[in-house]
């Protein structure tokens, strides 16, 4: 007697629906599971989408100095919170001079404090740049001007405000000309910066920009530079950059060593710092997914687990079916079809559940002001859908054989 293939998937129906909340418990593994590789599959790709728009929005064509010794693949020293004195305002300005295809160089020096002007206070960014700032980096004055070079060299107590701090302090008022403190020191606002947003994760319009200098000796009362950053002429030029820029630093500190071993700072371009972030991203992903394995597997041990039970409890009813005429085959296909629909049913909601999720990431993200795309791949869906089959089939496969071994006549006896 053989059982065709619609009154097999109607009898594996019945069976889960006779004991709905036990087959739903055994499903927990799987939707856990598959939403988890869904979520992270999507949160991934969204996570270097934004990246290369930052990456973009910053400027291709830029490069950055960095205190301290790093590996070429690795994060800077700076990154794990230590603090390294080696770069200086005189490198900045060396390079500069010296390093050809260099449209801009600038230094900074950055610090946090809080500003008050009158009755009101606000915590912010204090951004220490040199005067060629929006030269390197872009961004426009909306209304005042920006400082000068010689206002950089003689310590000027000036400062043009972001946006956001302008409306915090002083509201829809002028701010030009008005005097704030910042450290018991007491500074002219010459310009309020248009909106800019948030660049590489940093808010341009939460900053209060004051020359390098001043920042340095009466903010930081330091002599280095937290980094730099050049822009170059054009981006096919960009590694001859670095080699020069690599020169003159060794030059400088009196570093013999050509191979870069000895360099007590680390030059590199925004494409080697997005290769850089990609790499520990896809690492933190593939990370994240082999947990998500985990449940996965667990899942499918709940799953053999529960289908075992269903064996023990469906015992006589395989002995009537072996006793008219069932053979081997059709109990091992009815056990993993039950199997298999167990985990095709969680991994359906699985997908649903990583879908929803990916979406209120997504508009989190946005409402916090930064492009982030909501990536769901058709390979993900499919990738899901293929491991719940798969787990479904090889944590199936022992109860159903169990069951087809057993013989009619002790099964139909079995109480």
Same mark, same amino acid.
């Given at each position: 007697?053989?059982?065709?293939?619609?009154?097999? $998937?109607?009898?594996?129906?019945?069976? =889960?629906?006779?004991?709905?909340?036990?087959?739903?418990?055994?499903?927990?593994?799987?939707?856990?599971?598959?939403?988890?590789? /869904?979520?992270?599959?999507?949160?991934?790709?969204?996570?270097?989408?934004?990246?290369?728009?930052?990456?973009?929005?910053?400027?291709?064509?830029?490069?950055?100095?960095?205190?301290?010794?790093?590996?070429?693949?690795?994060?800077?020293?700076?990154?794990?919170?230590?603090?390294?004195?080696?770069?200086?305002?005189?490198?900045?300005?060396?390079?500069?001079?010296?390093?050809?295809?260099? @449209?801009?160089?600038?230094?900074?020096?950055?610090?946090?404090?809080? #500003?008050?002007?009158?009755?009101?206070?606000?915590?912010?960014? $204090?951004?220490?740049?040199?005067?060629?700032?929006?030269?390197?980096?872009?961004?426009? @004055?909306?209304?005042?001007?920006?400082?000068? *070079?010689?206002?950089?060299?003689?310590?000027?107590?000036? @400062?043009?405000?972001?946006?956001?701090?302008?409306?915090?302090?002083?509201?829809?008022?002028?701010?030009?000309?008005?005097?704030?403190?910042?450290?018991?020191?007491?500074?002219?606002?010459?310009?309020?910066?248009?909106?800019?947003?948030? /660049?590489?994760?940093?808010?341009?319009?939460?900053?209060?920009?004051?020359?390098?200098?001043?920042?340095?000796?009466?903010?930081?009362?330091?002599?280095?530079?937290?980094?730099?950053?050049?822009?170059?002429?054009?981006?096919?030029?960009?590694?001859?950059?670095? /080699?020069?820029?690599?020169?003159? =630093?060794?030059?400088?500190?009196?570093?013999?060593?050509?191979?870069?071993?000895?360099?007590?700072?680390?030059?590199?371009?925004?494409?080697?710092? =997005?290769?850089?972030?990609?790499?520990?991203?896809?690492?933190?992903?593939?990370? =994240?997914? *082999?947990? #998500?394995?985990?449940?996965?597997?667990?899942?499918?041990?709940?799953?053999?687990?529960?289908?075992?039970?269903?064996?023990?409890?469906?015992?006589?009813?395989?002995?009537?079916?072996? *006793? /008219?005429?069932?053979?081997?085959?059709?109990?091992?296909?009815?056990?993993?079809?039950?199997?298999?629909?167990?985990?095709?049913?969680?991994?359906?909601?699985? &997908?649903?559940?990583? &879908? &929803?999720?990916?979406?209120?990431?997504?508009?989190?993200?946005?409402?916090?002001?930064?492009?982030?795309?909501?990536?769901?791949?058709?390979?993900?869906?499919?990738?899901?859908?293929?491991?719940?089959?798969?787990?479904?089939?090889?944590?199936?496969?022992?109860?159903?054989?169990? *069951?087809?071994?057993?013989?009619?006549?002790?099964?139909?006896?079995?109480?």
């Amino acid at each position: 007697m053989v059982f065709p293939i619609k009154e097999s $998937i109607r009898i594996s129906i019945k069976a =889960l629906l006779a004991n709905k909340a036990r087959s739903f418990l055994t499903m927990l593994g799987i939707i856990i599971g598959v939403g988890a590789v /869904v979520l992270i599959i999507s949160l991934g790709a969204g996570a270097q989408s934004l990246i290369l728009d930052q990456i973009k929005s910053t400027g291709s064509d830029l490069i950055g100095v960095l205190p301290g010794k790093s590996e070429s693949d690795g994060p800077p020293a700076t990154a794990m919170g230590v603090v390294i004195t080696t770069l200086t305002a005189e490198d900045m300005e060396a390079i500069k001079t010296q390093v050809p295809h260099l @449209v801009s160089a600038t230094g900074y020096s950055r610090a946090l404090a809080t #500003a008050t002007w009158g009755n009101n206070s606000y915590d912010t960014n $204090i951004n220490g740049a040199s005067a060629d700032y929006l030269q390197t980096e872009g961004g426009q @004055v909306l209304v005042g001007r920006w400082f000068t *070079a010689e206002e950089d060299n003689n310590l000027a107590r000036v @400062v043009v405000l972001g946006s956001t701090v302008k409306q915090e302090l002083f509201g829809d008022s002028d701010a030009v000309g008005r005097q704030i403190k910042i450290k018991k020191q007491i500074f002219e606002v010459i310009g309020v910066m248009a909106e800019r947003g948030k /660049v590489m994760f940093v808010d341009y319009d939460d900053q209060i920009h004051v020359p390098l200098r001043t920042t340095q000796k009466l903010i930081n009362g330091v002599n280095y530079l937290s980094f730099i950053r050049a822009k170059v002429d054009r981006e096919e030029n960009i590694d001859e950059a670095l /080699v020069e820029v690599q020169a003159v =630093l060794r030059q400088r500190h009196e570093i013999d060593d050509p191979s870069g071993a000895a360099d007590d700072f680390s030059v590199r371009s925004m494409a080697q710092a =997005l290769d850089m972030i990609t790499t520990i991203t896809d690492a933190l992903r593939y990370f =994240l997914i *082999a947990m #998500a394995a985990i449940s996965l597997i667990v899942g499918g041990i709940g799953i053999m687990n529960i289908m075992l039970i269903s064996v023990n409890e469906r015992t006589r009813e395989i002995g009537l079916r072996k *006793a /008219v005429g069932a053979n081997n085959n059709n109990i091992i296909s009815q056990f993993l079809l039950e199997a298999v629909v167990l985990t095709l049913l969680g991994g359906t909601i699985g &997908i649903i559940m990583g &879908i &929803i999720l990916s979406w209120l990431v997504y508009l989190v993200v946005n409402h916090l002001g930064y492009n982030y795309d909501l990536v769901i791949t058709f390979s993900s869906v499919i990738l899901a859908l293929s491991v719940s089959t798969l787990i479904g089939l090889v944590f199936g496969i022992y109860p159903a054989r169990k *069951a087809s071994r057993l013989e009619p006549v002790e099964a139909l006896s079995y109480e």
